[in-house]
């Protein structure tokens, strides 16, 4: 981790670095209607897929057929400089490619999409209502657009966007995609938690050196730990981190796909990196993150629309940092109670550990699990 007088920099921002309750989805009477903007993640095509992405993927979808059925095309799309290309590989297939949108309940939504061929299909599931799709039987060579309209239920916090062809009718193409509806108030920017509980919070970063002397320290002494993963390391080891993250409040959750600098990328850039990484560990581990670690702790406002845009309530740095050997705190004194520390899935972290966990209890703090003091 680098960029330490970053962390510094959020908690001033921050003022004493405190977790805000999180915004609600429901308006308060009276207030001003939240814009309505487009929620659709990469709805152009246009955001170039990550090294440390699935190979072959498009960014912000998942292609049931994968790479040998769906990609980016650069030919005649619709505007911009490229759509989506699918050509299902068998009869079998109707190269459907979806994406999860994070909505409101009881709201209503109008999703959109320019396509090309024949018997082309977009819809919506888990709305908490009934919506037929809307189809074309054909568009004779040229671009038309697709109108959906519908209305989350009273328990509704994601939708499965979805496009597909149809079977045996050939390939088609898709550009433009719109999800109209209210925008997300923004997640909540934090470095520490506020709590009068005399707790700590252990998260660790990346994933890509897993040891077992640390599983094993972790199991022994029984941590609650919070893994922000990457997902290519997730994916090549699941288990490990099941295994790492079973004590009783620990969980698994966001810490982008590519680990890159946010401030650096577009606003439809980072909600990418941020959407992209909590489908993959969804498909993963069964749960959807809800707090996201930004790399290098760097991130902006866009970072926090971003991530609210992919469900996520809150943006977490760190006032510690045990990783590597360091023992440094961002504040005067010894650890407090809501710390969050920062540590990595390095060779060095069962030693971290012990070191954090000396540092906690000799300030008379006890790891906790981070989530249920979050939200």
Request: with cysteine; aromatic share 8%.
């Amino acid at each position: 981790m680098s960029s330490r007088l970053s962390a510094l920099a959020a908690c001033t921002l921050l003022a004493v670095c405190g977790l805000a309750a999180p915004a609600s989805a429901e308006p308060t009477p009276g207030a001003p209607a939240a814009p309505t903007v487009n929620l659709a993640t990469n709805p152009g095509f246009e955001i170039p897929a990550s090294s440390l992405a699935d190979w072959g993927s498009v960014p912000g979808w998942h292609c049931t057929g994968g790479p040998a059925e769906a990609g980016v095309t650069t030919t005649a799309p619709h505007s911009g400089g490229s759509a989506l290309a699918v050509t299902p590989a068998g009869d079998d297939s109707n190269g459907e490619c979806a994406q999860t949108v994070s909505v409101q309940p009881n709201t209503t939504y109008t999703a959109s999409a320019w396509v090309r061929g024949a018997f082309v299909h977009l819809g919506a599931t888990g709305t908490g209502r009934d919506v037929a799709p809307a189809w074309t039987e054909n568009t004779n060579g040229g671009w038309q657009k697709l109108t959906a309209r519908f209305t989350t239920g009273p328990t509704a916090r994601t939708v499965r966007l979805y496009v597909h062809g149809w079977y045996q009718q050939g390939p088609f193409a898709v550009d433009d995609v719109r999800v109209d509806g209210p925008a997300a108030a923004p997640a909540t920017a934090a470095g520490t938690v506020a709590t009068s509980d005399r707790v700590v919070f252990f998260t660790v970063d990346d994933g890509w050196q897993r040891t077992p002397e640390a599983e094993r320290f972790i199991a022994d002494h029984q941590l609650p730990i919070t893994a922000f993963p990457l997902p290519m390391p997730a994916a090549t080891d699941p288990d490990f981190f099941r295994r790492v993250t079973a004590v009783p409040g620990s969980s698994v959750q966001d810490h982008s796909v590519s680990h890159p600098d946010l401030t650096t990328l577009s606003p439809a850039a980072q909600q990418v990196e941020i959407c992209d990484a909590r489908d993959a560990l969804t498909r993963t581990f069964g749960t959807a993150p809800t707090v996201f670690r930004p790399p290098y702790f760097t991130w902006n406002a866009d970072t926090l629309q971003a991530a609210a845009n992919c469900g996520i309530r809150t943006v977490l740095t760190a006032d510690a940092d045990f990783s590597w050997g360091a023992s440094t705190i961002w504040h005067e004194g010894t650890l407090s109670p809501g710390d969050v520390v920062l540590l990595h899935w390095t060779d060095t972290l069962a030693g971290d550990l012990q070191r954090a966990l000396a540092a906690a209890t000799a300030a008379g703090l006890t790891p906790a699990g981070l989530t249920s003091y979050l939200h």
